[in-house]
């Protein structure tokens, strides 16, 4: 059984919203009685990181499963939303309401500045941080290992290793190869995403739907009973209503902001050769090392196809 903790994280000051005004970051840390017990030093730091429209707390039937299988080795584990998405959606919904600067919503980049300023914070120093993304948050991982504080101290990446899960990122080049049909499957996923219903008069009326329909029909229950119980939240239509907590305009504007997936392949490549940002020594890579990354390709990619995969792999290389 996990041991959870919740906390909230001020992410770093963005040029688009007012001086002083800054979202947050919502993130669980998980642990188990075994993983307490080993020394700090001695495990491993996995940190998750989500794709579009999903949120921390589906990663947690995952995150189970490893402390399970890799007893002692895997001392905790932390999930990380993104800013308008779950808990942090909750969190942030009066400044992104209000802000004429978060129109376009909150983009993977700033989301991978707002990782790397937490992974790179006094809680998680010297930790052996392995990063494992889903999907967009791929992007977002790679891109928090370039962040740059402003101290003047070493600034090393925490990481010590990346797994990325149907990775986005790709070459532009390969996105603008097959245009028509990544436009295609781009405008359908916005129009589904705008059109998503949001409300249900009861948490377990939401299940029985989302059951019985695509994409949740296909997911493991205890995915799908993460998203009923922590993706949704209260709604003032009625007493026990419940409505997404994500706002739906955020999510599809995230499926049309290429840029970071654009930029990420190059990120990938430099942590491969070892000439990614900061210097000095500790607990994840230097910038003389080159830093493991592992990719995971789905049977039946949804998003990226499956003849992407060399050539996205050929920018590690």
């Given at each position: 059984?996990l041991?959870?903790?919740?906390?909230?994280?001020?992410?770093?000051?963005?040029?688009?919203d007012?001086?002083?005004?800054?979202?947050?970051?919502?993130?669980?840390?998980?642990?188990?009685?075994d993983?307490?017990?080993?020394?700090?030093?001695?495990?491993?730091?996995?940190?998750?990181?989500?794709?579009i429209?999903?949120?921390?707390?589906q990663?947690?039937?995952?995150?189970?499963?490893?402390?399970?299988?890799?007893?002692?080795?895997?001392?905790?584990?932390?999930?990380?939303?993104?800013?308008?998405?779950g808990?942090?959606?909750?969190?942030?919904?009066?400044?992104?309401?209000?802000?004429?600067?978060?129109?376009?919503?909150?983009?993977?980049?700033?989301?991978?500045?707002?990782?790397?300023?937490?992974?790179?914070?006094?809680s998680?120093?010297?930790?052996?941080?392995?990063?494992i993304?889903?999907?967009?948050?791929?992007?977002?991982?790679?891109?928090?290992?370039?962040y740059?504080?402003?101290?003047?101290?070493?600034?090393?990446?925490?990481?010590?290793?990346?797994?990325?899960?149907?990775p986005?990122?790709?070459?532009?080049?390969?996105y603008?190869?097959?245009?028509?049909?990544r436009?295609?499957?781009m405008?359908?996923?916005?129009?589904?995403?705008?059109?998503?219903r949001?409300?249900?008069?009861?948490?377990?009326?939401?299940?029985a739907?989302?059951?019985?329909?695509?994409?949740?029909?296909?997911?493991?229950?205890?995915v799908?009973?993460?998203?009923?119980?922590?993706?949704?939240?209260?709604?003032?239509?009625?007493?026990?209503?419940?409505?997404?907590?994500?706002?739906?305009r955020?999510?599809?504007?995230?499926?049309t902001?290429?840029?970071?997936?654009?930029?990420a392949?190059?990120?990938i490549?430099?942590?491969?050769s070892?000439?990614?940002?900061?210097s000095?020594?500790?607990?994840?890579?230097?910038?003389?090392?080159?830093?493991?990354?592992?990719?995971?390709?789905?049977?039946?990619?949804?998003?990226?196809?499956?003849?992407?995969?060399?050539d996205?792999?050929l920018a590690?290389?």
């Amino acid at each position: 059984m996990l041991d959870v903790v919740s906390s909230t994280f001020e992410c770093p000051q963005n040029i688009r919203d007012p001086p002083g005004v800054r979202l947050k970051l919502a993130v669980k840390r998980y642990t188990t009685r075994d993983a307490d017990a080993a020394p700090l030093d001695d495990g491993l730091t996995l940190l998750f990181g989500h794709c579009i429209g999903a949120h921390k707390e589906q990663w947690e039937p995952t995150i189970e499963r490893v402390f399970a299988l890799r007893r002692g080795l895997v001392q905790e584990a932390y999930a990380v939303d993104w800013q308008t998405h779950g808990d942090a959606a909750v969190l942030n919904r009066g400044i992104l309401e209000s802000s004429p600067g978060r129109v376009d919503g909150v983009s993977a980049a700033e989301w991978g500045e707002a990782i790397g300023a937490f992974v790179r914070s006094s809680s998680m120093r010297r930790k052996r941080i392995v990063g494992i993304g889903h999907s967009a948050s791929c992007s977002a991982l790679v891109h928090s290992s370039q962040y740059q504080s402003t101290s003047s101290t070493p600034n090393p990446s925490p990481y010590c290793a990346f797994i990325l899960i149907e990775p986005t990122s790709i070459p532009r080049e390969l996105y603008y190869r097959d245009l028509d049909s990544r436009m295609s499957q781009m405008e359908f996923v916005v129009s589904a995403t705008l059109r998503r219903r949001e409300t249900w008069a009861s948490r377990e009326g939401a299940f029985a739907w989302m059951r019985k329909r695509v994409p949740w029909s296909v997911w493991d229950e205890r995915v799908l009973r993460r998203l009923v119980d922590h993706g949704l939240g209260p709604d003032p239509s009625g007493p026990g209503s419940v409505r997404v907590k994500a706002d739906r305009r955020y999510e599809a504007l995230s499926y049309t902001d290429t840029q970071p997936h654009f930029d990420a392949p190059a990120v990938i490549a430099r942590l491969g050769s070892g000439s990614g940002s900061g210097s000095g020594s500790g607990s994840g890579s230097s910038a003389s090392e080159s830093t493991p990354v592992h990719f995971i390709w789905a049977e039946a990619g949804e998003l990226m196809c499956a003849s992407s995969c060399p050539d996205i792999l050929l920018a590690r290389c």
